[in-house]
């Protein structure tokens, strides 16, 4: 197994009282909230957090992207993986996910991924995703064209990357005379594609298709549906005719280990309580608008998440869920092994600072998950 220790890089300092008197951490939460001089701060940290990831014997460091949010301060991801690259020598970068519809111009995309394959000779990860339905709000882009705009998108950057330029694109969203990507890719024919989702059934079909056949990655959603939706991608890869493999299946969710419960459950709840009832918080409209996918996904996203975003819940809601792992190094590595049993999973993502959690209990957590739950993972 593959594990990637990623990162959001809430707003810690947010003043939680006052902005839960807006709708939302995303969109609408005036931007006087953010302190530069804390942000500065908790950019040095959070880099330094992620850095350290290498030493401690991960695979991978993961970071994302989001737009006008105290949820993530990523909105531009190939920056933090540039310096990331810049602190490490040999452990992967994955960038889980670059939004592909919100840009006017994918080739920027194409050129900026580029650049991080050749700065890292060869160590980057592509995750492709549409964005969540807040990003449509904050972009201005029609959510109804999500999903024709990341399939063409990804189509142009893909031939971008692998044939000879230049060219010139015809598309339904995108033109282009010249299509001519400089640098080109240090790995051939192009990086590891990877798809973070909430479990679309339209993104299951098209990440199963033979020709891509590309690892898909259940986020942040209840155990019984990270199980679903990854047998669901199974069984759509039976039927375009394959088998498909243990590193096709992904799942990441938050994780907190301690010597005991007690303890794992005291220092865990505030930052995974407040990572889901302040960070990710927003109304159903917010997160769904209209025409963002359709209605028997929409049906189906929704049944996974399980109110998770929408309304409150406590950490022990979560842990009863499987959304979140907490617990003693054995309780972790056995509830992953049942995961791995129910799924053939190949990759796990651990979210190992959530919401307002400081740097001391996320450092004591990286360390300890690092030293008694990451060997028995990368062994297997």
């Known amino acids: 197994m593959k594990v990637i220790c990623f990162s959001l890089m809430p707003y810690r300092p947010l003043d939680l009282a006052a902005a839960s008197k807006h709708r939302s951490s995303w969109v609408v939460l005036p931007n006087s909230f953010y302190d530069p001089e804390k942000g500065a701060d908790e950019y040095e940290s959070y880099i330094d957090m992620l850095a350290s990831a290498e030493a401690l014997g991960f695979d991978g460091i993961g970071v994302n992207e989001h737009h006008q949010t105290a949820y993530g301060l990523m909105p531009a991801p190939n920056l933090i ?15 889980l996910g670059r939004a592909l519809p919100l840009v006017g111009n994918p080739l920027y995309i194409a050129e900026e ?5 050749n700065l890292s000779r060869g160590r980057l990860i592509c995750g492709f995703v549409r964005g969540i339905g807040a990003e449509y709000h904050a972009s201005g882009v029609n959510p109804a064209f999500s999903h024709s705009r990341f399939h063409e998108a990804h189509d142009l950057i893909i031939k971008s990357w692998t044939e000879p330029g230049p060219f010139p694109w015809e598309g339904e969203h995108y033109n282009f005379n010249y299509v001519n990507v400089w640098p080109r890719m240090y790995q051939r024919p192009h990086p590891p594609i990877w798809i973070p ?6 993104t299951v079909e098209w990440a199963a298709t033979p020709e891509r056949r590309y690892p898909f990655m259940v986020t942040f959603s209840p155990r019984d549906a990270v199980v679903k939706n990854l047998n669901a991608y199974r069984d759509q890869a039976r039927k375009y005719g394959y088998e498909a493999t243990s590193s096709q299946f992904g799942w990441s969710a938050p994780v907190y280990v301690a010597d005991t419960l007690d303890r794992a459950i005291k220092e865990a709840r505030e930052g995974i309580e407040t990572m889901f009832n302040n ?7 917010m997160l769904m608008p209209p025409g963002y996918t359709s209605l028997a996904s929409m049906k189906r996203m929704l049944s996974s998440r399980a109110g998770l975003g929408t309304s409150r819940v406590t950490l022990e809601q979560l842990m009863e869920l499987g959304t979140a792992v907490v617990g003693t190094p054995q309780m972790v590595r056995d509830r992953l092994d049942w995961m791995r049993e129910k799924t053939d999973l190949g990759i796990f993502i651990p979210l190992l600072q959530c919401g307002t959690m400081n740097d001391t209990l996320t450092r004591r957590n990286m360390a300890l998950f690092a030293s008694d739950v990451l060997p028995h993972l990368q062994k297997s």
Do not use: N, W, Y
């Open 81 to 95: 993986a540039s310096a990331l690259i810049q602190r490490t020598k040999k452990v992967k970068i994955a960038i």
């Open 113 to 117: 991924l580029a650049m991080l394959d």
């Open 197 to 202: 989702s909430q479990g679309s059934q339209e």
């Open 279 to 285: 960070f990710l918080m927003m109304p159903q409209r």
